[in-house]
């Protein structure tokens, strides 16, 4: 499956944004979908992900914050981000996993002036 995320730009922080990711063909078979982040010279990490089952994990850096939600019939996985602050810069990247395998997007830059 191929990944199309977009959503990214220049906002202050305490701003919001929402991220979208689209599939190219279904994702409800998924056993999880997922949003990472790489900010420059650090490891990517994990921002959230939607399991199988339905079962929502965020990143302790953006719980309460980040609100991932998913709409299948539309194959497109969503990020709401809100309250921004600088250290979420970082390009966002989506990823399916379906049948064990890693899709990954593109990544989409999201940058948080003070």
């Known amino acids: 499956v191929q990944l199309q995320a977009s959503g990214g730009g220049l906002v202050q922080a305490g701003g919001s944004l929402r991220l979208s990711c689209a599939a190219s063909?279904?994702?409800?078979?998924?056993?999880?979908m997922s949003w990472y982040r790489q900010a420059p010279g650090k490891q990517r990490e994990l921002v959230a992900q939607?399991?199988?089952?339905?079962?929502?994990n965020y990143g302790d850096s953006v719980k309460g914050r980040f609100t991932m939600s998913t709409v299948n019939t539309k194959n497109t996985v969503y990020l709401q981000m809100n309250s921004l602050k600088p250290e979420d810069t970082a390009v966002y990247y989506c990823n399916v996993r379906i049948w064990g395998m890693d899709s990954w997007g593109q990544g989409t830059e999201l940058t948080v002036s003070s």
């Open positions: 939607i399991t199988s089952g339905g079962y929502i």
């Open positions: 063909r279904s994702i409800a078979s998924a056993s999880a």
